[in-house]
């Protein structure tokens, strides 16, 4: 017989509302109520109490005698959820309450069911576009889209719907803060905006003097972001048991580095010479240098370069060994810091018992956000690694860095997300190479969005401006939203749109005052503000 497991959350019971807990992506220790469920599986969350529809499909990623660990496969939407009410299901041949089972000797509920998870349950994270560009006159939302974009690709909302969306200034349900809120709690998102002094050294990577003021290599924005999300995709792809492994290892790691540092404990190369660690940032372990060595800034120590010494079958004795198991062909000073490391960690790890942690292998997607990108130099900022941000570049195509050497490639769960404002550069102009790689999303204004007492001005102004410059260069709806009463609008027309209008009409004066007629700003109320030549 085949059957479709429902768990059941009353969010209103003792457990307390779990949603959020859920919609981070996992929930441990989930009562299993008397039904069997296996390792792998999928099941429905139907939540009821005051919602009383099915939300969530999760799978199960621990079985224990009592519960199970879940993971989040996918949160339905608004639209979904309607379908999956427990109205829906009634009218559909549910014939009892919340059951623990859709069994297919209930034969219309069965197909009722399966035929909802057939056409509206996607693969999560299934968007093939990966680098969206927000362009359009100030004020249209760019800002305020670009989370909502995020939040529906995590949604798995399909592109079609995403870019209708979008492009439309559509307000929706489904859009909900949480999402894009728990991104960045999991740190899966970087912002930055570009500008003309922004060069690769910052986007990628380059030498840059410390808090110390000496000079040392460090990543950029984009490098670490892509990083983070390239380990993430080889990190899906290994076992559970693999991946647990190395996260205890790594946190072993820091707690290692963390107690050298709390108790100022030296280590002591085979010569006989002392040194300290420092810090453990970003993956690298910087530490000192003795007071023999003719190197004054000290030394670091990637951490995959200790994972391949620590991994390695190769013997661990001399700095001819860590040259080998490194490939670099040469013995370099710092090998011999790399090799007492090495050992004291080994002693520090088999005589410190630690608990280990749980964690999943859930692939997740990562986002960098580039505000006002056609303000810098694109050639100058990307480099090489214009050809590798292409959908079909990605996980393959790969480059030596210039100034790391290491080899790079670009994943393919991290999504590029940029803005541009229309009116600062014509899209005809800007750098074909970004123009070629990008999907160009307009956004125009939305008059719905206006608030009533506004309106008339604002489509007035919209068909001036439209007719005498070009409709990339109308006035969005933010200047003319939660505008209250005439003393709002008359605050927003004389401090926000007629200086615009002013760079907008620049030279051409007969249009300009055109405009000012339109706009009708009330002398009385500003007395003195406007000029009379």
Same mark, same amino acid.
């Given at each position: 017989?085949?059957?479709?497991?429902?768990?059941?959350?009353?969010?209103?019971? !003792?457990?307390?509302?779990?949603?959020?807990?859920?919609?981070?992506?996992?929930?441990?220790?989930?009562?299993?109520?008397?039904?069997?469920? /296996?390792l792998?599986?999928?099941?429905?969350?139907?939540? *009821?109490?005051?919602?009383?529809?099915?939300?969530?499909?999760?799978?199960?990623?621990?079985?224990?005698?009592?519960?199970?660990?879940?993971?989040?496969?996918?949160?339905?939407?608004?639209?979904?959820?309607?379908? @999956?009410?427990f109205?829906?299901?009634?009218?559909?041949?549910?014939?009892?309450? =919340?059951?623990?089972?859709?069994?297919?000797?209930?034969?219309?509920?069965?197909?009722?069911?399966? *035929?909802i998870?057939?056409?509206?349950?996607?693969?999560?994270?299934?968007?093939?576009?990966?680098?969206?560009?927000?362009?359009?006159?100030?004020? +249209?939302?760019?800002?305020?889209?670009?989370?909502?974009?995020?939040?529906?690709?995590? $949604?798995?909302? %399909?592109?079609?719907?995403?870019?209708?969306?979008?492009?439309?200034?559509?307000?929706?349900?489904?859009?909900?803060n949480?999402?894009?809120?728990?991104?960045?709690?999991?740190?899966?998102?970087?912002? +930055?905006?570009?500008?003309?002094?922004?060069?690769?050294?910052d986007?990628?990577?380059?030498?840059?003097?410390?808090?110390?003021?000496?000079?040392?290599?460090?990543d950029?924005?984009?490098?670490?972001?892509?990083?983070?999300?390239?380990?993430?995709?080889?990190?899906?792809?290994?076992?559970?048991?693999?991946?647990?492994?190395?996260?205890?290892?790594?946190?072993?790691?820091?707690?290692?580095?963390?107690?050298?540092?709390?108790?100022?404990?030296?280590?002591?190369?085979?010569?006989?010479?002392?040194?300290?660690?420092?810090?453990?940032?970003?993956?690298?372990?910087?530490?000192?240098?003795?007071?023999?060595?003719?190197?004054?800034?000290?030394? $670091?120590?990637?951490?995959? %370069?200790?994972?391949?010494?620590?991994?390695? @079958?190769v013997?661990?004795? =001399?700095?001819?060994?860590?040259?080998?198991?490194?490939?670099?062909?040469?013995?370099?000073?710092?090998?011999?810091?790399?090799?007492?490391?090495?050992?004291?960690?080994?002693?520090?790890?088999?005589?410190?018992?630690?608990?280990?942690?749980?964690?999943?292998?859930?692939?997740?997607?990562?986002?960098?956000?580039?505000? /006002?990108?056609?303000?810098?130099?694109?050639?100058?900022?990307?480099?090489?690694?214009?050809?590798?941000?292409?959908?079909?570049?990605r996980? *393959?195509?790969?480059? =030596?860095?210039?100034?790391?050497?290491?080899?790079?490639?670009?994943?393919?769960?991290?999504?590029?997300?940029?803005?541009?404002?229309?009116?600062?550069?014509?899209?005809?102009?800007?750098?074909?190479?970004?123009r070629?790689?990008?999907?160009?999303?307009?956004?125009?204004?939305?008059?719905?969005? +206006?608030?009533?007492?506004?309106?008339?001005?604002?489509?007035?102004?919209?068909?001036?401006? =439209?007719?005498?410059?070009?409709? %990339?260069?109308?006035?969005?709806?933010?200047?003319?939203?939660n505008?209250?009463?005439?003393?709002?609008?008359?605050f927003?027309? !004389?401090?926000?749109?007629?200086?615009?209008?002013? /760079?907008?009409?620049?030279?051409?004066?007969?249009?300009?005052?055109?405009?000012?007629?339109?706009?009708?700003?009330?002398?009385k109320e500003?007395?003195?503000?406007?000029?009379?030549?």
């Amino acid at each position: 017989m085949n059957k479709i497991a429902v768990l059941t959350h009353n969010p209103k019971g !003792k457990w307390g509302d779990v949603r959020p807990q859920i919609e981070q992506g996992s929930y441990e220790k989930w009562g299993k109520g008397g039904i069997s469920l /296996e390792l792998g599986q999928q099941v429905l969350i139907y939540i *009821s109490k005051g919602v009383n529809q099915i939300k969530y499909i999760m799978e199960v990623s621990s079985v224990y005698e009592d519960s199970v660990d879940l993971k989040l496969i996918k949160k339905f939407n608004e639209s979904e959820s309607k379908l @999956l009410s427990f109205e829906k299901l009634k009218q559909n041949g549910l014939k009892t309450g =919340t059951v623990n089972y859709i069994l297919d000797n209930n034969e219309s509920l069965f197909k009722y069911v399966i *035929s909802i998870l057939n056409n509206k349950v996607k693969k999560k994270n299934i968007i093939q576009t990966k680098n969206i560009m927000l362009y359009g006159a100030p004020g +249209v939302g760019k800002t305020h889209n670009y989370k909502r974009l995020i939040s529906m690709i995590e $949604n798995s909302d %399909d592109e079609k719907t995403i870019f209708d969306t979008i492009s439309k200034n559509e307000t929706t349900e489904e859009f909900n803060n949480i999402i894009f809120e728990t991104i960045k709690k999991d740190k899966r998102i970087e912002f +930055v905006t570009f500008h003309q002094s922004y060069s690769y050294e910052d986007f990628i990577e380059g030498f840059r003097p410390n808090k110390d003021g000496n000079i040392e290599l460090e990543d950029g924005v984009f490098k670490i972001i892509s990083d983070k999300a390239k380990n993430n995709l080889e990190n899906s792809q290994k076992s559970l048991k693999t991946l647990e492994e190395e996260f205890n290892l790594l946190k072993k790691f820091k707690n290692y580095v963390n107690y050298k540092i709390e108790n100022s404990e030296k280590l002591t190369l085979q010569r006989g010479e002392e040194f300290f660690l420092n810090k453990f940032e970003n993956d690298i372990l910087y530490f000192n240098a003795s007071s023999k060595s003719n190197i004054n800034d000290g030394f $670091n120590l990637k951490y995959r %370069d200790f994972i391949s010494i620590y991994y390695s @079958l190769v013997t661990k004795r =001399t700095l001819q060994d860590i040259s080998t198991i490194l490939g670099t062909n040469s013995i370099q000073q710092k090998y011999a810091y790399y090799l007492q490391i090495y050992h004291d960690f080994k002693n520090y790890h088999l005589n410190k018992k630690e608990d280990r942690e749980k964690i999943n292998n859930e692939q997740k997607n990562f986002y960098i956000v580039i505000d /006002e990108i056609n303000r810098g130099n694109i050639s100058k900022i990307f480099g090489e690694l214009i050809t590798l941000i292409e959908e079909d570049k990605r996980d *393959s195509y790969e480059v =030596t860095l210039p100034y790391s050497k290491e080899r790079f490639k670009i994943p393919s769960n991290l999504y590029i997300i940029a803005t541009m404002n229309s009116t600062d550069k014509s899209i005809a102009t800007i750098d074909i190479a970004l123009r070629r790689r990008f999907t160009f999303l307009k956004m125009k204004p939305n008059i719905d969005l +206006v608030s009533n007492i506004a309106k008339e001005l604002f489509t007035k102004l919209n068909e001036h401006i =439209t007719k005498t410059i070009n409709e %990339d260069y109308q006035l969005g709806h933010s200047y003319f939203m939660n505008i209250n009463n005439e003393e709002d609008l008359e605050f927003i027309k !004389k401090y926000k749109i007629q200086p615009l209008l002013e /760079e907008y009409f620049y030279g051409d004066v007969d249009n300009y005052n055109e405009a000012l007629k339109i706009l009708d700003i009330k002398e009385k109320e500003f007395k003195g503000l406007i000029s009379n030549e």
